[in-house]
């Protein structure tokens, strides 16, 4: 039996990968990532010639047997992701969960991920969180919502850039203007950027100034709700 290995990669500065990471993508049979060209570009700098192959959303289903039968065959096999964790948000599950079934030795890789540093520097609670990930684009997104309104732990999304103020316009219909948020862009890249306020002041920011880079957007619970000095 070989080991599946999810591989976190970083979510921008290229030296926020682990010297075990590199090891064991230089080490396995074979790279799935979820695009190629962008995973080439890490693969280069660290000068990694292991093959690679597309592992995405649109194909994981069509080629699950025969990587589930690689790795039965003795394969050891990475996944990464664009960027950050592979599962979180990104493709990774429905192939753990294959390999796991048929008793298959997984192994994550502790890394870079976007919503701890998020998290940790928006000034809110971090003792109790939910992560939300991306909201449904359309079918059933109020619903979502509406489900967290009474949600005490600090709450964690993601978002891009031409949905962040519709999301925002929702939290303050749902949450009310006054509920304490952060919003963090391009983490560890130049444009590194946080800025905490409310809701209301979060969203009138973000209506004068374009959306730009990917967004975590980390709320305070609903007894959370002390205010926090806006950036």
């Known amino acids: 039996m070989g080991t599946l290995y999810l591989v976190p990669t970083p979510i921008g500065h290229l030296k926020d ?4 990471a ?5 080490q396995v049979d074979l790279i799935l990532a979820e695009d190629t060209r962008t995973s080439g570009k890490l693969l280069k700098h660290y000068q990694i010639k292991t093959p690679m192959q597309s592992h995405h959303m649109h194909n994981e289903h069509k080629i699950m047997d025969r990587l589930i039968a690689r790795l039965a065959s003795g394969d050891d096999i990475a996944v990464i992701s664009d960027a950050g964790t592979p599962a979180i948000s990104d493709p990774g599950f429905l192939l753990t969960r294959a390999a796991v079934a048929a008793s298959i030795r997984v192994e994550c890789l502790p890394g870079a991920t976007a919503f ?19 909201l449904p684009v359309k079918k059933g997104r109020q619903t979502r919502i509406q489900s967290l309104i009474e949600e005490e732990r600090t709450m964690i999304f993601y978002e891009s850039p031409h949905k962040l103020i519709k999301t ?34 979060l969203l009138q920011h973000f209506q004068e100034h374009n959306p730009k880079g990917e967004f975590v957007i980390v709320v305070a619970g609903a007894t959370g709700r002390k205010n926090i000095a806006s950036a």
């Open 17 to 20: 990968i682990t010297f075990r």
């Open 22 to 26: 590199v090891e064991v993508l230089n």
């Open 116 to 134: 701890v540093p998020a998290l940790v520097n928006s000034g809110l609670p971090s003792d109790r969180f939910i992560f939300e990930g991306f």
């Open 168 to 201: 925002l316009e929702q939290f303050v219909l749902h949450f009310g203007p006054d509920r304490p948020a952060s919003i963090s862009r391009e983490l560890s890249k130049l444009h590194e950027e946080t800025l905490r306020g409310s809701c209301q002041e």
